[in-house]
């Protein structure tokens, strides 16, 4: 079935960095727009990044740009989020999260498919 | 950027309702809106898109309207399973933005 798995999640300290995954499974991974969004305990949704589904396009949140990138390998089927200088502000459950359409050339979509999110935590 | 509003934030309503969420955009965003419903611990799940169009799999008491600046969701007839949050989200342009949700719960 189509599916999406995140994993890499964990506590790590102020100005270190983690890098997430997402694993697709059941489409054509490398026909779909990507994008990863968080929510902070308690609180609500934030988009936090995407990329195309060839990945030549990318666009971040202000609240992330500089320090967090998107990629992808299409040959795996799977999607990354490189997250550095981390702070505590960023602590967050991290979603991956599919376009509606394939082969999206417009620019944003809905999200149809998501994954069960994996916990950041930014602590000292 | 795009900054979405709800209202209200939050309310009790009680099986059999009909029930409606308002949205706002903060500039227009034709009918590039969508609804999603997210139950705790759970990921969200999308409702409606395009404003209007139901997610295949969603029941017909969820419909959408709306189109440029202010959209609405409406459950027709609440059902046990519907009380969770719901967020509406703008994807005319980056970066894209959810609303702040609106929590329905049980009177």
């Known amino acids: 079935q189509v599916q999406l798995v995140e994993s890499g999640g964990g506590v790590v300290q102020p100005g270190r960095s983690l890098r997430l995954s997402c694993a697709a499974s059941?489409?054509?991974?490398?026909?779909?727009?990507m994008h990863w969004v968080r929510q902070a305990p308690g609180k609500g949704l934030e988009w936090v990044a995407v990329?195309?589904?060839?990945?030549?396009?990318?666009y971040y949140a202000d609240s992330v740009k500089g320090r967090f990138t998107i990629s992808r390998d299409n040959s795996k089927n799977t999607l990354y989020l490189q997250m550095n200088s981390l702070r505590a502000e960023d602590t967050a459950v991290y979603y991956c999260?599919?376009?509606?359409?394939?082969?999206?050339?417009?620019?944003?979509?809905?999200?149809?498919?998501w994954g069960q999110g994996t916990m950041v935590t930014v602590s000292s | 950027a795009i900054r979405m509003t709800q209202s209200p934030s939050s309310f009790s309503a009680s099986t059999g309702d009909r029930v409606t969420i308002t949205c706002r955009a903060s500039?227009?965003?034709?009918?590039?809106l969508a609804w999603y419903q997210q139950k705790p611990g759970k990921a969200p799940k999308l409702l409606i898109y395009?404003?209007?169009t139901l997610q295949s799999g969603v029941p017909s008491r969820f419909s959408g309207s709306g189109s440029g600046t202010d959209f609405t969701l409406t459950i027709s007839c609440l059902q046990s399973e519907d009380f969770a949050t719901y967020y509406c989200?703008?994807?005319?342009?980056?970066?894209?933005?959810f609303g702040p949700g609106t929590k329905v719960d049980i009177k």
């Open positions: 999260a599919r376009d509606l359409r394939s082969w999206n050339n417009r620019g944003g979509d809905a999200f149809d498919i």
């Open positions: 059941g489409f054509t991974f490398s026909s779909y727009a």
């Open positions: 990329i195309s589904y060839d990945g030549s396009n990318k």
């Open positions: 500039q227009g965003i034709s009918s590039y």
């Open positions: 395009a404003a209007s």
């Open positions: 989200q703008q994807y005319y342009s980056y970066p894209l933005a």
